[in-house]
């Protein structure tokens, strides 16, 4: 089984986005089961119903899943596990208060070293935990006694020392698991066979191994820890870029198959650039994934979205107008890339004209001839029977023609734009 662990505390942004896509792939071409479980162990962050929206989003985007868990539904397995590794010596309960910890880690910060725990907690006896049990505590894990190795899909082959874990708290003073602890039971319980995340989860994933084997747990699982998603500046992306949000894409008007068809493409070798998830399922190949991290482009995003727009019959439906606008909107496609941008211009057309005072009196004479006679079908019949019956030629026909149409001095063609929109010009010349 494979896994997509989101948190309820905000927008769902799109390298949580990326890693719900590839899952779901991995999923789909290893014929395995795929389960949503919400991490929603930290009450305070939490968001009510950020939940509902994240499960909404992956069934927007076509990532379908087979079960859904909440973490916090599974806390009396924590706390029995906790209780069997302080029952093992694998474990031990720690009286130290967060000032003294945080004492030490300003000595460490001062002394230029990493901060490790102390130690002073380790070795207290039975006796001594159960004279103080009244003081606060949190358990922490006795660090492993061997190097963790594992496999990771993009970084190879890795190895982390004790040093580097430490002896961690896997159960906070109000008795709530930790994000490892929870984590590292969840996915043994759930039987996961291979987990894909953000490269800002290495450093957990030794502390989790070791959680897991000091349970007995022998599985072994693979890991795929993916480079994060740069902004146009070479940062990180967070939450101050707009585009990092999947949901403020939606709203601008990208198509989830061209947002999923992006996030794929990013950082990897495809067959081609333009492509669906299902042929996605085809070709996607973890170990094709770039080990460096990728920015993201907003103006490749575009591109991609527009041709993703060309492949769609019915651009009506998607804009939700009214479906004898369709032809008109394919017209428009060329000088737009997301919906949104589309929607305002075909909005602009069927608005009120405005005042166009330089071809004001040539706009009243076309008007006149548009109202006054039949539409032909052929727009050159068309034109040349308003340039013969109004005299006008050149600029001063077809800047005043346009300006009657589309209400815009940009845009296609006319000769294009004409029989898109014939069976409106009436309707549209009399309202204004």
């Known amino acids: 089984m494979v896994r997509f662990a989101p948190s309820p505390t905000g927008d769902m942004?799109?390298?949580?986005?990326?890693?719900?896509?590839?899952?779901?792939?991995?999923?789909?071409?290893?014929?395995?089961?795929?389960?949503?479980?919400?991490?929603?162990?930290?009450?305070?962050?939490?968001?009510?119903?950020?939940?509902?929206?994240?499960?909404?989003?992956?069934?927007?985007?076509?990532?379908?899943?087979?079960?859904?868990?909440?973490?916090?539904?599974?806390?009396?397995?924590?706390?029995?596990?906790?209780?069997?590794?302080?029952?093992?010596?694998?474990?031990?309960?720690?009286?130290?208060?967060?000032?003294?910890?945080?004492?030490?880690?300003?000595?460490?910060?001062?002394?230029?070293?990493?901060?490790?725990?102390?130690?002073?907690?380790?070795?207290?006896?039975?006796?001594?935990?159960?004279?103080?049990?009244?003081?606060?505590?949190?358990?922490?894990?006795?660090?492993?006694?061997?190097?963790?190795?594992?496999?990771?899909?993009?970084?190879?082959?890795?190895?982390?020392?004790?040093?580097?874990?430490d002896s961690f708290v896997i159960l906070r003073q109000n008795k709530i698991p930790t994000y490892n602890f929870a984590c590292a039971i969840d996915d043994m319980i759930y039987d996961i066979s291979l987990i894909i995340r953000g490269e800002d989860h290495l450093s957990n994933t030794p502390k989790q191994i070791a959680i897991q084997k000091a349970l007995g747990y022998e599985k072994e699982i693979k890991y795929a820890h993916l480079p994060i998603i740069l902004n146009i500046d070479g940062k990180k992306m967070s939450k101050r870029d707009s585009a990092s949000s999947v949901k403020w894409l939606l709203e601008e008007g990208f198509l989830p198959e061209a947002i999923a068809n992006y996030l794929i493409l990013l950082g990897n070798k495809t067959p081609k650039e333009i492509f669906s998830l299902q042929e996605a399922i085809e070709f996607f190949d973890l170990s094709k994934l770039s080990k460096s991290p990728a920015k993201f482009d907003i103006d490749k995003l575009r591109f991609i979205n527009h041709e993703h727009l060309k492949q769609k019959d019915d651009l009506a439906s998607l804009l939700q107008i009214h479906k004898s606008l369709n032809a008109l909107a394919k017209v428009y496609l060329e000088e737009a890339s997301t919906l949104k941008e589309l929607k305002a211009k075909i909005d602009e057309v069927l608005a009120p004209r405005g005042e166009f005072e330089e071809w004001q009196e040539e706009i009243e004479l076309i008007k006149k001839e548009i109202l006054d006679n039949e539409l032909e079908d052929d727009y050159n019949e068309f034109k040349n029977r308003i340039s013969k019956n109004t005299g006008l030629k050149g600029k001063k026909l077809f800047m005043p023609l346009r300006l009657v149409l589309t209400n815009q001095t940009h845009g296609p063609n006319i000769s294009d734009i004409y029989p898109a929109m014939k069976h409106l010009i009436k309707e549209i010349v009399n309202g204004n």
């Open 13 to 165: 942004h799109i390298g949580n986005l990326r890693v719900a896509l590839f899952n779901y792939v991995i999923a789909k071409q290893k014929n395995e089961k795929y389960l949503i479980r919400i991490e929603d162990t930290d009450n305070e962050r939490n968001i009510e119903g950020k939940d509902k929206e994240i499960l909404q989003i992956l069934k927007i985007f076509g990532i379908e899943y087979d079960q859904v868990v909440y973490q916090s539904e599974n806390f009396k397995v924590h706390w029995k596990f906790a209780t069997d590794l302080l029952s093992q010596k694998k474990a031990f309960v720690c009286f130290c208060t967060p000032d003294e910890i945080e004492k030490q880690r300003q000595i460490a910060q001062e002394e230029k070293r990493p901060y490790r725990y102390s130690g002073k907690c380790e070795e207290l006896s039975d006796i001594e935990v159960l004279q103080r049990e009244d003081e606060p505590f949190v358990v922490r894990l006795k660090k492993p006694k061997e190097n963790i190795k594992f496999f990771d899909y993009i970084k190879g082959e890795m190895e982390f020392s004790p040093f580097d874990i």
